[in-house]
């Protein structure tokens, strides 16, 4: 799981949210990695089936009731936002990372943890660029069963915010 982690680009007390479906031991990794940091993770439950998980880190808990709602979050509050089987079944995807891209930092990174076979890669990066985030790359064998795909907000590009 280093290798996933090693996606963040880390700095004190920095700032992440993890968006999902399932909240797993990626959380925790996440949480691990992230602890010499002193790191917060902020995490948005979606409906489905939720560990649950205990670290420091951990700052905000919220429960999204539905896929129709978005997740709650503050303008350039977070340095990445890793969304976790979320994106390819909610209802209003677009508007979903129009939200993303506005709580983001200036130069932040959208990480998208997507189940082998739910969605082509090559939409969901489509969909992040006309949601106006730069240099969308899927990587397939860095979880097992999974794609990863990064994509970074870039300052003063696309919509400027």
Known sequence: ????CDLFQTSPQMKI??????????????????EPFNATVDISLFPGEHTEHVSPLIGKTDTIKDFHSPIRSATRDYETIVLQ???HVHAL????????????????????VQSKG??????????LERSEFRAANTISDLIEGY???VAKKMHMW????
């Open 17 to 34: 949210m993890v968006a999902t479906s399932h909240a797993d031991g990626l959380i925790s990794d996440i949480c691990t990695f992230l």
């Open 158 to 161: 696309g919509n400027g915010l």
């Open 85 to 87: 089987d979320v994106l």
């Open 93 to 112: 995807p677009h508007k979903l990372l129009q939200l993303i891209y506005r709580s983001l930092e200036n130069s932040a990174e959208i990480i998208v």
């Open 118 to 127: 739910t969605a082509e890669s090559s939409e969901i990066e489509a969909l």
């Open 1 to 4: 799981m280093t290798s996933f």
């Open 147 to 149: 794609d990863v795909i």
